[in-house]
Every structure is written in structure tokens, then in C-alpha cells.
């Protein structure tokens, strides 16, 4: 199933804003490669045949020179560009004001006219490892129909930072394993002390203690293409909706992937198998971060998880 084409959607159009810069791209490397140069050694590896990245005009020439020259000789690269004006034509003038970004629904909906094939989603500035994106693949390149769905799930204690609070998607599995929901859980941080996690619960609106091992969303999804007219439509009703709401709500309102894939599996469009994985995880929330992620790189590199040279295959 190798030869089955299969696209892997990167969120890239964050600005880093608690980083202090353009994370998609900081040189983390021996050789001063970045995160996505990781994923998309093993992203190939895996058998992805297809990149599409969203980012934004402001860093496209850096982005290309970084990051697409490097590796359009091996993947079918597209770049979407993501923008609060990118709207359908009724909203446009309705919305005029915005600034901030509409979520991570929006990043998705904007790819809307180059995905064709069976895709994954992930972020720029998190690094998966290569069990994770394997499972991913070996999802898409089987045979599964449009109502269902992935998503390679993390045990809690492997996502945290040292230099702050995390936010992250409590997955809530049904007696079967499968996805029932996402509960977004924000300031969630380790007490050193007492080895004790809490973060405030969105659904319960309460701080929650949570397991190390509790399985959480970093935003790696498998979808049908299918999957796209449900976004498409879920996400026009969400605009319809919020144009009859005082403007300060217009100009912050975000919809989100991780509350459409729960709205689509209660109303049974889709059911979301979760795997967990052992993969290890890094993502760069804070500039502190930095120095943690080389170092963990050199060891890989040196013990011949990845090659020196990451795009000679």
C-alpha cells in the first residue's frame, strides 16, 4: 500500500508569540536543522507523498528557503496561506475588523481546495518522533471509509515543560477505545513537590488533578478527505452564528478542530479510533525550551536514530 498517495497538513502559521519568534523554523539541529526537518525525514519514511503547509505571506521567502527548497525533491509540497480575511464572500465585510486567528478549524478549512487524498495534521513546532507518524500512515494507507477517523494520542507526563504551564486536550475514550470527546485543560503543570498534575478543566471550569499517564491531543489526526465537507459546513454555521453577536466576541471567537471532531462523533458522523503511542515528544512552547531540544536531538543523532544528513535517503 506503499504507492497509496497521502497528504500530511502542517500547521505552520503561528507567530510564536510566548517563543519570542518563528519556532516553525529555529535551528535545533547539530547542523542547524529545525523540528520539520525531523518530521519530514520520518514523515517520508513513513510513506507521506504529499506536504501541505499553512503558514502566512509575512514569512513565505524565509519559510521557502528553510524549509520547502530543501525538500520539494521528495514530497509534493502546496503552500496555503492563511489569513482572517480568508472567508467566503458573505462574511467578509462582516468580520472586516478581525485580527486574531480564527483556530485551528479555520488553519484546516483554508487547505480545502488542495486536499484530495486520505491526510494527517500536525503542528510545525512539535516534534512527534517516528513511531507516532507511522501509525498515522498506516491508517491512511489502508482502506477505511469517510465516517472514520485517528488520532495517535500522548501519555500526559511526556508533554509537559519544565519552563511553564502547557495547555492540552484531555482525551475522554469510550468503553470500546474510542474518542467521546476533547476537554481542553489549560495552566497544567507539574508540582515538583508533591509529583502531583492539575490544570483547569474547560468542560468543569475547575482546576483538575490528572494522571501522568492520562492520554492527551498534540494534534495528530488521521481524516478521509471526505472529512472536509463536514469542516466546510461546520464552520460556515459557525460564522452564520456569530455574526448576530456584540462585536468584542466577533473579534476574539475561535473554532476549533479538537470541539468539531467531538461535535461530529455526537452526532455519529464519525467515530475516532485513539492509539496511543510511546513516540517521544518535544514541542518548543517556550524560548527555555531550546536548549532541552538540541541536546535530546545531538543524543538521537549520535546513537543513529537520524542520519546526519536528514534529507539523503
Known amino acids: 500500500m506503499k504507492n497509496k498517495e497521502i497528504s500530511l497538513v502542517i500547521f505552520a502559521a503561528g507567530m510564536g508569540t510566548r517563543f519570542g519568534g518563528l519556532k516553525q523554523i529555529a535551528e535545533v539541529g547539530p547542523k542547524g536543522e529545525c523540528l520539520l526537518d525531523y518530521t519530514l525525514h520520518d514523515a517520508k519514511k513513513a510513506g507521506f507523498t504529499k506536504i501541505i503547509f499553512i503558514i502566512q505571506h509575512v514569512f513565505e521567502e524565509e519559510f521557502k528557503a528553510k524549509i520547502v527548497t530543501p525538500w520539494e525533491l521528495y514530497f509534493n509540497i502546496e503552500l496555503v496561506y492563511q489569513s482572517t480575511q480568508d ?16 483556530g485551528t478549524s479555520h488553519a484546516l478549512w483554508v487547505a480545502r481546495h488542495v486536499i484530495k487524498e486520505p491526510f494527517s495534521i500536525i503542528n510545525a513546532d512539535d516534534f512527534y518522533g517516528a513511531q507516532a507518524l507511522n501509525q ?9 471509509t469517510p465516517d ?8 500526559l507526563e511526556q508533554t509537559l515543560s519544565e519552563q511553564g504551564t502547557v495547555n492540552r486536550g484531555v482525551c475522554s475514550l469510550s468503553a470500546q477505545g474510542e474518542l467521546v ?3 481542553e485543560h489549560t495552566g497544567i503543570v507539574l508540582n515538583k513537590e ?11 471550569s475547575s482546576s483538575q488533578e ?14 478521509h478527505p471526505d472529512f472536509m465537507n463536514y469542516v466546510d459546513a461546520k464552520i460556515s454555521d459557525f460564522w452564520l452564528q456569530l455574526v448576530d453577536q456584540p462585536e468584542p466576541i466577533q473579534l476574539k471567537q475561535e473554532c476549533y478542530l479538537p470541539s468539531l471532531v467531538t461535535q461530529a462523533i455526537a452526532e455519529k458522523q464519525l467515530s475516532c479510533e485513539v492509539q496511543a503511542t510511546q513516540s517521544p515528544w518535544m514541542g518548543m512552547t517556550y524560548a527555555e525550551d531550546l536548549k ?10 549520535g546513537r ?6 536528514l534529507n539523503r535517503f
Open 136 to 144: 498515522v500512515a498506516e491508517f491512511l494507507l489502508a482502506d477505511f
Open 292 to 301: 532541552l531540544i538540541k541536546t535530546k536531538l545531538q543524543l538521537m543523532v
Open 304 to 309: 543513529g536514530d537520524y542520519p546526519e544528513n
Open 194 to 204: 508533591t509529583q502531583i498534575i492539575k490544570g483547569l478543566s474547560s468542560f468543569k
Open 181 to 183: 470527546s476533547i476537554d
Open 148 to 155: 472514520k477517523a485517528l488520532i495517535v494520542a500522548y501519555e
Open 210 to 223: 490528572l494522571h501522568k499517564q492520562t492520554l492527551v491531543s498534540m494534534n495528530l489526526w488521521g481524516f
Open 87 to 102: 472567508l467566503p464572500n458573505a462574511y467578509i465585510n462582516k468580520f472586516k475588523n478581525r485580527t486574531s486567528p480564527w
